[in-house]
C-alpha cells in the first residue's frame, strides 16, 4: 500500500466537512436532537475527520502550528470520544462540533492544501 500524503489526510478532512455539511444543511439545533439517523451520520463523518487529523498530525505536526485552525489534537480527541465514549455522547455537544468546530477545521484544511 502507498503511503499517503498530508494533502491526503486534508483532502479527507475536506471530504468528510462536505458530506457532514450536507447532512445537516438546513438545520437547527432542535431537528438535530430530533433526528438520531443525522446524529449517527454526523458521528461517522466526525470520527473519519478525527482520524484524518491525527494520521495528518502524525505526518507533519508543524501544519497545526502553520494552521492553528485544522484544531488536529482537539479532532482527534473528539474522534476518540465518539468512537469509545459513543454510550455517553451528549448530542447537544456532537452538534456544536459538528455545526462549530469542523467547519472550522474544513476551511484551516482548504487554506493548508493551498499551501
Known amino acids: 500500500m502507498s503511503k499517503r500524503s498530508a494533502s491526503d489526510w486534508l483532502s479527507d478532512i475536506i471530504s468528510w466537512g462536505e458530506r457532514l455539511e450536507g447532512h445537516i444543511a438546513g438545520m437547527t439545533q432542535e431537528d438535530f436532537l ?6 449517527d451520520a454526523a ?11 491525527y494520521e495528518l498530525n502524525k505526518l507533519d505536526p508543524s501544519l497545526e502550528r502553520e494552521f492553528p485552525g485544522l484544531q488536529l489534537s482537539l479532532a482527534y480527541k473528539s474522534r476518540n470520544r465518539l468512537s469509545h465514549g459513543y454510550y455517553a455522547v451528549d448530542e447537544s455537544i456532537l452538534w456544536s462540533t459538528v455545526s462549530e468546530s469542523i467547519p472550522k477545521t474544513v476551511a484551516a484544511a482548504r487554506l493548508a492544501k493551498r499551501k
Open 34 to 39: 430530533d433526528d438520531t439517523k443525522t446524529q
Open 43 to 53: 458521528s461517522k463523518c466526525a470520527e473519519a475527520i478525527g482520524m484524518a487529523a
